[in-house]
C-alpha cells in the first residue's frame, strides 16, 4: 500500500476504533445499543477501508439492514 492510502487507512482505522469503544461504553455502561447512524457511518468507513485496501474505489451505495428491510414492508 502507497504512502497516502496507508495514512489515509491509519485514519480511517483510528477513527472506526474510537467509534466502537464509544459504542461500547454505552452498551457496557448504560445497556444502550447504538444509533444506526453509527452503525452506518462505521460499516461505511469498513468499506472505504475494504476499498483502499483492494486498490480500488467504486460508488457506495446506501447500506441496507435488517431493520431497514423489514421496517420497508411493512410501510
Do not use: C, W
Request: hydrophobic share 25%; glycine share 6%; charged share 40%.
Amino acid at each position: 500500500m502507497a504512502g497516502p492510502k496507508r495514512d489515509e487507512a491509519k485514519s480511517i482505522l483510528a477513527y472506526i476504533r474510537q467509534e466502537l469503544r464509544y459504542m461500547d461504553e454505552d452498551l457496557r455502561n448504560d445497556g444502550l445499543l447504538p444509533e444506526l447512524s453509527s452503525l452506518r457511518s462505521v460499516y461505511e468507513q469498513l468499506s472505504t477501508l475494504l476499498e483502499i485496501s483492494d486498490g480500488r474505489r467504486k460508488k457506495k451505495g446506501k447500506p441496507e439492514f435488517p431493520s431497514e428491510k423489514n421496517k420497508n414492508k411493512h410501510s
